[in-house]
C-alpha cells in the first residue's frame, strides 16, 4: 500500500531535549516536505526536499533541520524544542515539486505527529 | 504574499442539508487550486482541483469552481452525509518550479454533520 509512514504518533518532550521525528515513503517520490498545522494558521510548510541531498527552507524553518541522504526517508530535527513548536506535524510526499500542475501526483500526506513542549 | 481565506468554523449541518465552504485567495499569476479534507486522526487527502479559470473540480459529490473574477474556490455537496465530517482546506499552488511545490492552505475550516 502506498503511503507516507510518520513516527512517532505522539510525543511529548520537555524544552531543550533534542528529537527526530521520522518520515518515510515507500513511492518512490522525488520530492518531500514538512509541514506544521496551527488552530487558525491551517498547515505551514518547514522545509522541503526536491531530491536526496537537496532540501531547502520553507515558510517557517527556524528551530528546524532536515536531512534527505535516502530517497524514501526525510527526518524533522529539533535540535533544542521550544515550547512555540508544539503543533501538529504532517510529512508529505509526491512524484515532483509540479505536484500542483499533475492530477495524478497530488501531495500524499502522513497521518501526523502530535509534539507538546513543555 | 499569496495567501488563501476560508470561512470560519465549526459548521454544523444535519444530513442532507446543503454544504457551502467559503474560500478566497490572494495570487500572482495564475495559481492552481485545492481542497483537502482531513478525517480525524488522519492526514490531508486531495479532495478536488482546478488548474485555470472556469475549472470545475469534483468528487464524492464535492464540487468547486475556479472563479479569477472574484478569486474564489467554494466547495459545494447537494447533500452531506455524517461520513463527510471532516476538516477541509482550500490550498493554491503556483506553477513556478522554483516555488518548491508548496501549497499555501487557508485556515481549515470544521464541519460536522448529525443524523
Known amino acids: 500500500e502506498a503511503q507516507v509512514t510518520q513516527n512517532p504518533r505522539y510525543l511529548i518532550t520537555v524544552t531543550g531535549k533534542k528529537l527526530t521525528v521520522t518520515c518515510s515513503q515507500n513511492?518512490?517520490?522525488?520530492?518531500m516536505s514538512w509541514y506544521r498545522q496551527d488552530p487558525g494558521l491551517g498547515l505551514r510548510q518547514i522545509y522541503y526536499?526536491?531530491?536526496?541531498?537537496?532540501?531547502d527552507k520553507g515558510d517557517v524553518p527556524e528551530g528546524y533541520k532536515v536531512s534527505r541522504k535516502e530517497k524514501r526517508n526525510f527526518p524533522l530535527i529539533l535540535e533544542s524544542p521550544s515550547p512555540n513548536q508544539t503543533s501538529l506535524y504532517f510529512c508529505?510526499?509526491?512524484?515532483?515539486?509540479?505536484?500542483?500542475?499533475?492530477?495524478?501526483?497530488?501531495?500524499?500526506f502522513g497521518n501526523g505527529t502530535r509534539l507538546t513542549v513543555t | 504574499g499569496d495567501s488563501v481565506t476560508q470561512m470560519e468554523g465549526p459548521v454544523t449541518l444535519s444530513e442532507e442539508a446543503f454544504l457551502t465552504i467559503n474560500c478566497t485567495y490572494t495570487?500572482?499569476?495564475?495559481?492552481?487550486l485545492f481542497w483537502y479534507v482531513q478525517y480525524p486522526g488522519e492526514g490531508l487527502q486531495l479532495l478536488l482541483k482546478?488548474?485555470?479559470?472556469?475549472d470545475k473540480g469534483s468528487n464524492k459529490g464535492f464540487e468547486a469552481t475556479y472563479r479569477k473574477e472574484t478569486t474564489s474556490f467554494h466547495l459545494e455537496k447537494g447533500s452531506v452525509q455524517v461520513s463527510d465530517s471532516a476538516v477541509y482546506f482550500c490550498?493554491?499552488?503556483?506553477?513556478?518550479?522554483?516555488?518548491?511545490?508548496?501549497?499555501?492552505f487557508g485556515q481549515g475550516t470544521e464541519l460536522s454533520v448529525k443524523p
Open positions: 508529505a510526499s509526491s512524484l515532483g515539486p509540479w505536484t500542483a500542475s499533475s492530477y495524478n501526483s497530488p501531495l500524499h
Open positions: 513511492m518512490n517520490h522525488e520530492y
Open positions: 526536499s526536491m531530491n536526496v541531498e537537496v532540501t
Open positions: 495570487a500572482t499569476g495564475y495559481p492552481s
Open positions: 482546478a488548474t485555470k479559470a472556469d
Open positions: 490550498a493554491l499552488s503556483g506553477l513556478e518550479y522554483n516555488q518548491g511545490g508548496k501549497l499555501i
